[in-house]
């Protein structure tokens, strides 16, 4: 199946612990995409990558590393986390302008 | 910060009704996107318009863009069960391409 796939969907972390989340894209897109969703629903980017280049980066904690090894893949890496990262992260692809498609989802939970 | 008013925030319906949402910002878009979004999974892309005006339908869902390219709304005809979830609405403005901004979401619930 064509699609946008993550793993884990689900991660439960203690605080301090450096956790990666990975985001593989069979779409043929160029551009990948991190989005933050919180409690209250509300999605944010974070990050996007256009063949393997960084060209949006938001107000992020440093904690947080992108990493793009080719066009397809594009992983997530959280250091020293804490409870306010608790968040479903979304990995997103896209081609030129009609808009993204979406992974399932990685609920992180930080205790 | 948050630039998309979306409202509703949620709706509570009963099947065969219909449905309508919008976003309004403060910005021009160029591209305006509605997403649905089922429980524990991502947003599932709707509709996408692209030009002042447009108005497009999929299925039982139709949505337009503002004439003022600062809001856009989607309607749900002859609302079922399945309708259930939370919509989006997305835009891209004309000086950050590749950057959509997202609505706070409309919660929609059906009642038989």
């Known amino acids: 199946d064509t699609a946008v796939s993550q793993t884990p969907k689900y991660l439960v972390t203690q605080m301090g612990n450096d956790k990666s989340i990975k985001c593989e894209q069979n779409l043929g897109h160029d551009t990948m995409y991190w989005y933050k969703q919180d409690s209250k629903k509300f999605l944010k980017i974070m990050f996007s990558?256009?063949?393997?280049?960084?060209?949006i980066n938001e107000t992020v904690p440093n904690r947080f590393s992108p990493k793009s090894p080719d066009k397809a893949h594009l992983n997530l890496h959280i250091n020293s986390l804490e409870l306010g990262d608790s968040a479903v992260y979304f990995c997103?692809?896209?081609?030129?302008?009609?808009?993204?498609?979406f992974g399932s989802g990685t609920r992180l939970t930080v205790v | 910060g948050q630039q998309l008013n979306q409202s509703p925030q949620s709706m509570f319906i009963q099947e065969g009704e219909d449905v309508s949402m919008n976003c309004t910002s403060s910005?021009?878009?160029?591209?305006w996107l509605w997403y649905k979004q089922d429980p524990g999974e991502g947003p599932v892309l709707l509709i996408a318009?692209?030009?002042?005006?447009e108005l497009t339908s999929n299925g039982r869902l139709t949505a337009q863009f503002g004439i003022t390219r600062k809001d856009s709304f989607l309607n749900i005809s002859a609302s079922i069960p399945s309708d259930v979830g939370i919509y989006f609405c997305a835009g891209q403005r004309t000086d950050s391409w590749g950057k959509f901004q997202f609505g706070a979401g409309t919660q929609v619930v059906v009642t038989p």
């Open positions: 997103a692809s896209s081609d030129s302008e009609v808009g993204y498609t």
């Open positions: 318009l692209y030009k002042a005006g």
């Open positions: 990558y256009n063949n393997k280049e960084l060209i």
């Open positions: 910005s021009i878009f160029n591209t």
